[in-house]
């Protein structure tokens, strides 16, 4: 992978909150359609990994590329049009209490200055913002939800809203915070299964941050199926078997401590990796 194609890459990159370590020595790289599982106790640098990429957070030293271009020192205002083309589904979905479902999702569209050009104009046809967020609530199977609040949903529903919120602007990165957190096991496989629809359709980037091994099992494992609608073992999608496009990360205090892939962390003999594996099926 050249600089230039990766989607994101971390050089050495180091931050701290006073004296705490939120990110010690961090270096990656990915590319479009690949995958990385994020895994850490609470408090490892997660989340900050995540805010770093984005450049919502400058880091104290290293260097941060996004979509091959060096963000480490840009200011706010520089960030702007480099950010429209990320998206990320924040814990619990972070959505505005205020403000219906499709205001909500409406919302990177239209503060979002880099979005409102390709938003007027796609394959010759005028777009509209309510077409956009349409489309991204069918999506996400919620498409009759848009005079709702967030209040009148389930948890899985909200969680759903937030990731058409995060895909409306047809992103190349995206980032999900925790997606399943606190859902039940039914609610968080259809998560995954959108997770998986969004990164075939559209060869996303997507860096998943999880505590649940399952997510990460069926991303690695699992692809989306255009013709059934379904979600298929990787090796019986036409062109995609024997290519790694899933890693596994470990986070210890601001550290990655493993990369590698789904063998390679079950494989791990680290104790503190080894939380991580899988014990029993999953």
């Given at each position: 992978m050249t600089p230039d194609s990766s989607v994101v890459r971390f050089e050495e990159v180091s931050l701290h909150f006073g004296a705490t370590p939120a990110l010690d020595g961090v270096?990656?790289?990915?590319?479009?359609?690949?995958t990385r599982i994020l895994f850490g106790a609470?408090?490892?640098?997660?989340?900050?990994?995540l805010k770093v990429a984005m450049g919502l957070i400058q880091p104290d030293s290293g260097r941060v590329f996004l979509f091959g271009q060096d963000i480490t020192?840009?200011?706010?205002?520089?960030?702007?049009?480099l950010r429209a083309r990320v998206g990320?589904?924040?814990?619990?979905?972070?959505?505005?209490?205020?403000?219906?479902?499709?205001?909500?999702?409406?919302?990177?569209?239209?503060?979002?200055?880099?979005?409102?050009e390709?938003?007027?104009?796609?394959?010759?046809?005028?777009?509209?913002?309510?077409?956009?967020?349409?489309?991204?609530?069918?999506?996400?199977?919620?498409?009759?939800?848009?005079?709702?609040?967030?209040s009148e949903l389930s948890g899985g529903m909200r969680r759903r809203v937030g990731i058409a919120r995060a895909l409306v602007s047809a992103p190349a990165l995206l980032l999900y915070d925790?997606?399943?957190?606190?859902?039940?096991?039914?609610?968080?496989?259809?998560?995954?299964?959108?997770?998986?629809?969004?990164?075939e359709e559209r060869n996303t980037a997507t860096i998943v941050v999880t505590h649940r091994?399952?997510?990460?099992?069926?991303?690695?494992?699992?692809?989306?199926?255009?013709?059934?609608?379904t979600v298929d073992r990787a090796s019986r999608a036409p062109g995609k078997a024997g290519r790694v496009t899933t890693k596994f990360f470990v986070m210890r205090e601001g550290r990655l401590v493993f990369?590698?892939?789904?063998?390679?962390?079950?494989?791990?003999?680290?104790?503190?990796?080894?939380?991580?594996?899988?014990?029993?099926?999953?």
């Open positions: 270096s990656f790289e990915m590319g479009a359609g690949e609470a408090g490892s640098g997660k989340t900050t990994l020192r840009l200011s706010e205002r520089q960030m702007f049009d990320i589904l924040f814990q619990e979905g972070g959505l505005f209490d205020s403000l219906t479902v499709e205001e909500n999702v409406a919302y990177p569209l239209l503060h979002q200055r880099a979005l409102q390709p938003l007027a104009h796609t394959n010759g046809a005028t777009r509209t913002v309510a077409d956009r967020v349409q489309e991204s609530l069918n999506f996400v199977e919620l498409g009759q939800t848009l005079e709702k609040y967030p925790s997606p399943t957190a606190g859902l039940d096991p039914i609610t968080a496989n259809h998560i995954v299964a959108l997770i998986l629809k969004e990164r091994y399952l997510d990460g099992h069926l991303i690695a494992n699992f692809r989306y199926n255009p013709s059934s609608g990369q590698g892939s789904e063998a390679e962390l079950q494989a791990a003999t680290d104790p503190y990796v080894r939380k991580f594996q899988r014990h029993g099926s999953a």
